[in-house]
């Protein structure tokens, strides 16, 4: 604020007023949803609704972990835990075979380099509905519905266009110079990749990872269609608290916190390369 | 010279074109057997009668008529389909409206509070697709929805509206809730094409008498339109497949006012278990979505080959 303190410039205040308004209205809905998880149910019930309780209340949150029949509640550990196990399996192979995809992409050039490329983008942004109705029935042939492997395999198809990309912008930013000064020098090609471009590249794959397992722990269409009681992802859990009876608005509030702050933490310890992970990356639906 | 250099790292030319091959294979064999079989399978499919509810009628060759019915008898399609180039159209100019507004705003000045301002813009953004329904089905309760209490209180609204289940209002009202949560994608795109451009050109501009509003007009926009075409092509693409924010908020209703191609395709998998009319609508879906996107693709092609 040093050039306003000056003499009051009435432009910049005019942009922080807008600002703050929008900024107001944008965070409205996440606010809203705190206020309401530390709200007892009857409050939850109230007209006109109550904006801060007058008890704030952990009951919610608890109701989330509490496994005995006395709360009628659901239980949101099995679908934290198998969304975990899928997102860190799925992420796993697809950043290693992305990644040695995006270096045979930076380093070596060839004619069909370009469309291979593309035809990875186009892949990415189809609707996944195509994909999904054939995967159901093989998966149903299989015998595989309503694993935690036939979504761990999507999940695999579905995020390596994004890694490839990703991977291969970023070992482009590594200098070909230094492999070759090492190749010349008499390193072998898997030293140079283990010895230089591997522990260059660990921003590359920290941001590839971060955006798969995103795409994992957001996931609704794909997990809907392919899984039905035994695995729930997180997702699939949340749509629970819309129960035949009532929404259960207070747990749902709760369950809400839980998702998306692990993402809100996530997001912002990488935000330096967000505009490359959003483009393609795993924080849509 | 370099030849002889490129020679002695990399081998011979012939082995060269074996080493990519190795590096490139194992993704896009993946890739390959995945979407490849995904996509002939469900042609494949397209034209058969595969009622998963009586399975005992197995897959019956059918020809073009799920094409047919599909083209000339499914109305909630047809439908779905208007309502889903309604909801593209809609949701992409609003979010590149609001987009742009926020990164002018934001790139007005650089310093600690618009930084951290970007970041509570970013939010939405970072929300689950599912839990984004939640909240907005939350606000927008007729009986209990802050969005009502507000309304009435400003004294907008004389009633509480039934915002998710007026016909008029429900698709308004989804568009809004997508708006909120992807306009900071729009945003971050666009300050980070406009945080790029040369600061002397508005300098210049500016000394030549350019009124902010003419230099956004003749130096902003057309630098920054690259930019926004690749965005376009993104939250098109997005929007056109739109499924979680529906099924969460309306499930397509009321009727079929808010009934999108993605929602309409799996309801005919999930609900009726129709697998070949279903794999032919989602091919029909494919077809409309590349065009989309091939079409984009063709416009945006020089700035790629650059």
Redesign the interface.
Known sequence: ?K?SSVNFDFK?GL??V??AL??TI??F??L??VL?SFKHQVE??????VWISSHPTLVNYIKLVDLSAATYSIPILPGVLNTIIIGFSSTGITVI??S??G???S??K?RAN?Y?L???L??R???????V??????F?ALGLLDTRLCLI??Y??FN??FV?WTMTIFFNTIPKDLD?AA??DGCSRVKVIMKITLPLSVPGVVVAAVFSFLFC??E??MA??LTQSKVKT??LT??L??TDRA?L?GE??AA?MV??VP??IF??VI?KY??AG??LGG??? | MKSVIFQQIYGKPRRHRWTIFAFVAPAFGILIVIFGISFAFSIWLSFHRFLLTRPKLGITFVGLSNYFSLLWQDQVFQAAVKNTLLFTLGVVSLELFFGLLLALLLSFRTNRSTAALRIVFLLPLMITPVVVGLIWRYMLHSELGVINYILMTLGIVKSPVAWLTNSSLAMPSIMVADAWKYTPFVMLCLLAGIKALPQEIYEAARIDGASPWKSFIHITLPLIQPTIKVVLLFRTMDAFRIFDLVFMLTRGGPGTITETVSMHNYEVLANYFRVGYASAMSVMILAMALTICLTYILILRTKWEA
Request: proline share 9%.
């Open positions: 604020m050039e910049a942009v922080y807008v600002l929008l900024a944008v965070l809905p996440l809203w949803m309401s939850q019930q109230l007209w006109p609704p075979i992305g040695i995809a270096y045979g992409f380093r070596y060839f370009g291979l593309i035809l990875a186009i892949l942004i189809l609707p996944p509905i195509n994909v109705i054939p995967l159901y029935v093989v149903r395999i999507t695999l198809a390596l266009p490839i070759e190749l010349i722990w957001n609704f269409l809907l269609v997180l997702p949340m749509m608290y819309r929404i608005w749902m509030s809400t998702v998306i993402v809100i997001v912002l935000q967000l505009v959003l483009t924080v849509k639906g």
